[in-house]
T-cell receptor, first 113, second 113 residues
């Protein structure tokens, strides 16, 4: 157990729908990162939050949005889903101090039919 | 922006032998961290080893060691006494001074019994 909790683990939905992925960072970590990994692909950085504020934005579609709440958990909202959005979505957290290791959750596997 | 390059999409090694995975990066920063992550078939991202750029000594974690050549911007991973459980996708990652993480495209390692 990495200490980063992601829910749900698996999600199957239809095109055009909206889903929310949830992430609780490791205790003490203030920063949350979201990544998308399509089948047999690398990690695509989506967005980063630090203590509730957006810190950096990557290749995140306009149909996607995220936020980090005062209790530091984060949610990634995916709307108007398309078949190509099927992927493994990782949340990772970091303390942004010291060795600053990125600790990953187990991922949320999204299938869009 | 920093880039991380893994030029070997696939590698294979005989069980008990040694294999080296290559990684190069491009940066103008002097202070940064480098990481190797392992992604087994379970798709969980697991930290293998990390290296601080200001340390000249190469990091070692049991059978895993790195060859860090700062001037050449090279960061290779050596796996000694390869085991079947080492079969996975390996990602090289760079953490900038601004706490952004950049990942390579990965090297798929096969361990042959």
């Amino acid at each position: 157990d990495s200490g980063v909790t992601q829910t749900p683990k698996h999600l199957i939905t239809a095109t055009g729908q909206r889903v929310t992925l949830r992430c609780s960072p490791r205790s003490g970590d203030l920063s949350v990162y979201w990544y998308q990994q399509s089948l047999d692909q690398g990690l695509q950085f989506l967005i980063q939050y630090y203590n509730g504020e957006e810190r950096a934005k990557g290749n995140i579609l306009e149909r996607f949005s995220a936020q980090q709440f005062p209790d530091l958990h984060s949610e990634l909202n995916l709307s108007s889903l398309e078949l190509g959005d099927s992927a493994l979505y990782f949340c990772a957290s970091s303390a942004l101090s010291g060795a600053n290791v990125l600790t990953f959750g187990a991922g949320s596997r999204l299938t869009v039919l | 922006a920093q880039t991380v390059t893994q030029s070997q999409p696939e590698m294979s090694v005989q069980e008990a032998e040694t294999v080296t995975l290559s990684c190069t990066y491009d940066t103008s920063e002097s202070d940064y961290y480098l990481f190797w992550y392992k992604q087994p078939p379970s798709r969980q991202m697991i930290l293998v080893i990390r290296q601080e750029a200001y340390k000249q000594q190469n990091a070692t974690e049991n059978r895993f060691s790195v060859n860090f050549q700062k001037a050449a911007k090279s960061f290779s991973l050596k796996i000694s006494d390869s085991q079947l459980g080492d079969a996975a996708m390996y990602f090289c990652a760079y953490r900038s001074g601004g706490n952004q993480f950049y990942f390579g495209t990965g090297t798929s390692l096969t361990v042959i019994p």
